[in-house]
């Protein structure tokens, strides 16, 4: 048999001849192996190694670039924000909010921007490019979806109704008719022409008629000392009244007095509403349990 046999079965299977054990180890002038020096050697021509190598750099770069989000269960109240709400709160501006007024705005967003974070974690935003309160609305409908309330007993109801009948009141209404706010001369010039029906067509088109109008909301458009005069005045006559904006020709045409609502008139009325009340505030509930998770900062 010949002895180049296995340096031909090797050849064929694409292996190296084979070389003595001393002849791969390398050593050192000493006479000590370079053990290290062939490791070394293997992983400079090893494309795996280079895989590697260049995947740290690139995570450890995306990772200075990128760094990890802030705390999303942190929400920040800015001071721009709550100059927002007062802003916007009446657009001419004639009025700001009260300090409770103010904080149920502020709860209200702080309720918005939960539902918006919360659906984003759960994804309900995928494929919609709307803008955070749509998202947050989404989240508020399955959340409402969620809640199952039953009808009202008798005594829940009668409770309730106790609480919230002036829900349900008739309130004190006025009708009247009222001029453009000027001067007090002014004011008592048209009174006289409007008396002896010599009023001009731009008064006549200018002064409107209020019809209907609850007694309670008119302090605050119109003043207190207006609404006390306003009540006083005999129907049907014209006078020169007094409001916060300036002076009036006004005619009281209506006063109807309030009625406090009976339950057993207002039934039903009364359990839709009660049952719409129940729903909302245990769908409130349900966003403070949310809001537990998550920490509302106020900037000073």
Known sequence: MSTELPSAKAALFGAAPAR???????????????????????????PLVHFCVLGALIFGADALLHPAKKDDHTIVVTNALRQSFIDNFDEDKARTPSAEQLQKMIDAWV????????????????????????????????????????????????????????????????????????????????????????????LQKQTRAILGRPVASIEPAFGAGFRDALLAQPLGQWDVLQSKDGWHVVRLDSHRLGKAAKLEEVRAEAARIWHADEIRKRAWEAVNRLKAQYTVRYEQ
């Open 20 to 46: 003595s054990v001393d002849s791969r180890i390398d050593r050192d002038p000493h006479g000590r192996s370079s053990a290290a020096g062939a490791v070394w050697s293997f992983l400079r021509r090893e």
């Open 111 to 202: 309720a918005s921007e939960i539902l918006y974070r919360e659906g984003k974690s759960m994804a309900v935003d995928r494929g919609d490019d709307m803008i955070r309160d749509r998202i947050a609305y989404k989240l508020q409908l399955l959340i409402f979806d969620q809640v199952k309330v039953a009808q009202p007993t008798d005594d829940e109801l009668r409770t309730w109704f106790e609480k919230n009948h002036e829900r349900f009141d008739e309130p004190e209404r006025v009708g009247f008719y009222l001029t453009p706010p000027t001067d007090e001369a002014t004011a008592r010039r048209e009174l006289a022409d409007i008396q002896s029906q010599h009023e001009s067509p731009e």
